[in-house]
């Protein structure tokens, strides 16, 4: 007998992605690389002031212009299209995929052309002329408060999109508010800190612009959308719902992604444009967005202001939090806007049991880009103002920074653990953390080497900080889009596997995650598997990928959806063998009853005959293919710890990150390098705000950093070699005991950075300094200036 | 963003600002000036070329000249729109005696939108200030070659 190889256990395995060849070589698919026979492009004519009345569109130009199809203004796509909706319970004026009569930030659409190529068509916008009363512009969210020096939506006076909504301890879901606790905790205080914090707005830039392909097809009556997304299943939705079609007559298909980070889940007025104009004209149509579109077009993120106060005893228990939330949302309301910032809200308390916590949130509409979820969505917001008060009360209380938090922490044996804030964290050990990145950064060692680079003259600094963040979103009870995920696994005549994810992934490397958990459970070559994703037409149903929540939620699916189809291949199996389906194993691409592997049918072989069903076993239909929709009972809280050292060159307070020691605690991980591959992206993206990235507005609402000659992006050379590690607490919320990881690293970083900021800077009386450390910032402080 | 600069002239102020006050002078001396036409008194409409990096290209724009205190001082408001955005500057111009030369004091503030705003912020302060530098340099010449003219002129009276 001829002898069967074996196959390697992947889950767990540092398998390399299997996406990566053609990511690289050029080969991927993209939306601008879709080409239609008789495609027409797009270009928007967009606002150059940020706030102001439109007082008259004249397209004459543009129209005569040779290649131009058409022309329409913002009242002409009113024609066509209703305003946006939104995702969020909260209310929302009304908004316009192109602005009819008045704008409200700058780069907001006015007029859009459609023309033979872009080229004609980006002319033809420039062609058309605008005139816009100019109204005042309001660009600071504590003035808008005010409603001055103007009202950007008549309907939301003083500008709030969200007025003061408390949440945490004494606060009931019927709206009742009881400060005693709270007022108590502080009153038994023997020290509070407290600290204004910015955390500031950024722009995702994503290396793939934003583009939408719309085809509709006037015989068939049905319409084919391509966008670069990160959720063709919601696009679908919106897109039906908004065109008029059944969900059934559009097909939405997000093709290679290149690049999300959240600013990808919205659904933008240009898709539903594109789509609109493709169905009134009866042609195919293209829009690409162009990098300086997208610094304006596409939406922001962050952009919280903390107040934050800590109450504690000298011992640094802390006995009470309260934190007050202003958000800069811009100018309208997006798919999800108005729920970041309650993220932030929810992940409060951080890693510790606090017994007292107040924090209220009031959302503010200002001139300015939308803003909606960015990497981390709302946590590292939380992240950073928690762990900045924690590192200002260690300071404050000479006390180590680890000890204070090991001090304060929910304890291993409390889990699952119901916070002030309403969330129930799944599963956690954070003590377990900490200790994993204090030794892995020989924390003794590391402040023996600042203490002596200091005695140098050197500013050296050391930052500690805790994370616990929201992952695998998560019930539907939680999610207005539903929270659930679904898989189809089919197993082909042939014995390959074909299976569907809705987790439509966009560099999550659910291609080989997902591939490696098939490989496994069917004891078959990771090489016979294919996943399919990104078509609405070929993945029957889906949420998308955001939250962290591919491999926890939409993973799951998976498993469950493969295991459904095992069973019924054992049957099929059984039969052949005339054994029982529960004394099978499946094993080295071929399915045998335990203990006698002599007897055992090839994988492709007992696929064959349930296609060809031979006989027939009693009791079975036909064919190897079954879905599962999985519902996931709550999110999952995966956590870290992140030590970082600092230097800054006291002649020109330019900052450099020497090291970066990382502990994530992620649950069970199907594959290491592709999870060290995100906590890479996602550290690096959290260095970048703390250290470099800033979107800079000036007071007439206009983006100063609107390139990336003044929108700085971390590079390579900014980074130290990170050093990874990690502990392994499984959820009980999945099968799978994956927690997820794709935004983890976006948590921990900003505190710690500037927590070692600080730390570098002590020797000047600096308690707190906001991000990003811009060197002439740091400067300033060093030389006697202030923050 | 502010723009500020003075000027020296070798003339009194009288003839300074009868320099300021001609169209065809100013329109001579704005750089990549395509067209200056008076609209209304002390109002103009300007055409304007500019090839600089992302602020590259023509400019429609309208001209105002207010608060006149004749040889003393004025107000210039312009505001121009164009593909990349808009600017739009408004100055406060002084005219300074002293014996015989004349100090022109300008500040100003410069306002941008759009492209212009996002891509060229950093060149648009530097880019104010040659333009208004190479203005009143030009401005400067003009009135120098006056001066020549008018001497040519009272030399060859003389003569004859």
Known sequence: MASTPVLPKLVGERVRRREDPRLIQGRGTYVDDVKIVGMQHLAFKRSDVAHGRILSIDVSAAEAMDGVEAVFTGAQIAEMLAPMPIATPFPSPPHRAVAVDVVRFAGEPVAVVVARDRYVARDAADAIV???????????????????????????????????????????????????????????????????????????????PRGVVANFEPGKGSMTIWSSTQNPHILRTMIAAMTGLGQDQVRAIAPEVGGGFGAKINIYGEEYVTAAISKRLGIPVKWIE???????????????????????????????????????????????????????????????????????????????????????????????????????????????????????????????????????????????????????????????????????????????????????????SSLPTGGWEHSQVTIERDGRISATTGASPHGQGNET??????????????????????????????????????????????HLAGGKVKSKMAKFAAALLEAHEDDLVFENGRIGVKGSPASAKSFAEVAGYAYVPVPLPPGLEPGLSDEAFFEPTNNTYPFGCVIAMLEIDRETGEPTLRRLVAADDAGNLINPLIVEGQ???????????????????????????????????????????????????????????????????????????????V??????????????LRPEKLWRIIHGGQA | ???????????????????????????????????????????????????????????????????????????????????????????????????????????????????????????????????????????????????????DDSARRAKT
Not at chain 1, 521 to 546: L, N
Not at chain 1, 759 to 772: P, R
Not at chain 2, 74 to 85: I, S, W
Not at chain 2, 115 to 137: C, N, T, Y
């Open chain 1, 130 to 208: 605008v005139d816009i009363d100019p109204l005042p512009a309001v660009v600071d969210p504590e003035l808008a408060m005010t409603g001055q020096p103007t009202v950007i939506h008549p309907d939301f006076p003083n500008n709030l999109a969200v007025a003061l909504v408390p949440s945490g301890t004494g606060c009931t879901p019927d709206g009742k508010v009881d400060d005693t606790a709270v007022d108590r905790a502080f009153a038994e205080a023997e020290i509070v800190v407290s600290q204004r914090m910015m955390n500031q707005r950024l722009v995702p830039n994503a290396i793939e």
């Open chain 1, 290 to 476: 162009d990098r300086s579109e997208a610094f304006v077009a596409t939406t922001h993120g962050r952009d919280i202001i903390g107040y934050v106060d800590v109450a504690a005893l000298r011992t640094g228990k802390v006995l009470g939090l309260k934190m007050r939330l202003i958000a800069d949302i811009g100018a309208y309301n997006m798919l999800l806007t108005a729920a970041i910032p309650t993220l932030t809200m929810m992940m409060a308390n951080g890693t510790y049991a606090i017994p007292a916590i107040r924090t209220t949130l009031t959302e503010v509409f200002t001139n300015k880009t939308p803003t909606d979820a960015y990497r981390g969505a709302g946590r590292p917001e939380a992240t950073y103002f928690v762990e900045r008060a924690m590192d200002m009360l260690a300071r404050e209380l000479k006390m180590d920074p680890a000890e204070l938090r090991r001090r304060n922490f929910i304890a291993a044996d409390q889990f699952p653990y119901a916070t002030q804030m309403g969330a129930v964290y799944d599963s956690g050990d954070y003590g377990k953390a900490l200790d994993c990145a204090l030794d892995a950064s020989n924390w003794k060692a590391l402040i023996a080497e600042r203490d002596a680079a200091r005695k140098e003259g050197r500013l050296v600094g050391v930052g500690l900080a805790m994370y616990v963040e929201v992952c695998g979103l998560g019930p539907s």
């Open chain 1, 513 to 558: 995650t997902f591939a490696q958990m098939l490989a496994d459970q069917f004891g078959v070559p990771i090489e016979h598997i294919t996943i399919h994703h990104g078509d609405t037409s070929v993945v029957k149903q889906g949420i998308g990928t955001f939250g962290s929540r591919s491999q926890a939620v939409g993973g799951t699916a998976m």
């Open chain 1, 679 to 757: 906590i890479h992206g996602g550290l690096a993206q959290g260095i970048g705000q703390a250290m470099v990235e800033e979107a800079v507005y000036n007071d007439d609402g206009q983006l100063l950093t609107g390139s990336f000659m003044d929108y700085a992006l971390p590079r390579a050379t900014d980074f130290p070699r990170f050093e990874l590690h990690a502990t392994v607490t499984p959820t009980p919320v999945n099968p799978l005991g994956a927690k997820g990881v794709g935004e983890a690293g976006t948590l921990g970083s900003t505190p710690c950075i500037v927590n070692a900021a």
């Open chain 1, 759 to 772: 730390d570098a800077l002590s020797e000047f009386g600096v308690t707190h300094i906001d991000m990003m």
């Open chain 2, 1 to 151: 963003m502010d723009i500020a600069g003075s000027y020296t002239f070798d003339v009194p102020p009288e003839r300074v600002w009868s320099l300021l006050m001609d169209p065809a002078v100013i329109s001579s001396c704005i750089p990549g000036c395509d067209t200056f036409e008076a609209t209304a008194e002390n109002s103009y409409r300007a055409k304007l070329t500019v090839a600089l990096a992302a602020i590259t290209g023509s400019y429609d724009g309208i001209v105002t000249l207010s608060d006149l205190v004749p040889h003393t001082s004025y107000r210039l408001t312009a505001e121009g729109k164009g593909r990349p955005g808009f600017v739009k500057g408004s100055a406060a111009i002084t005219l300074r005696t002293d014996g015989a030369t004349t100090t022109v004091d300008v500040a100003g503030t410069v306002q941008t939108g759009g492209p212009i705003a996002r891509l060229g912020q950093r060149l648009i302060g530097g880019v104010s200030k040659m333009m208004m530098d190479r203005f009143f340099v030009s401005m400067v010449e003009i009135s120098r070659a006056y001066d020549r003219a008018i001497a």
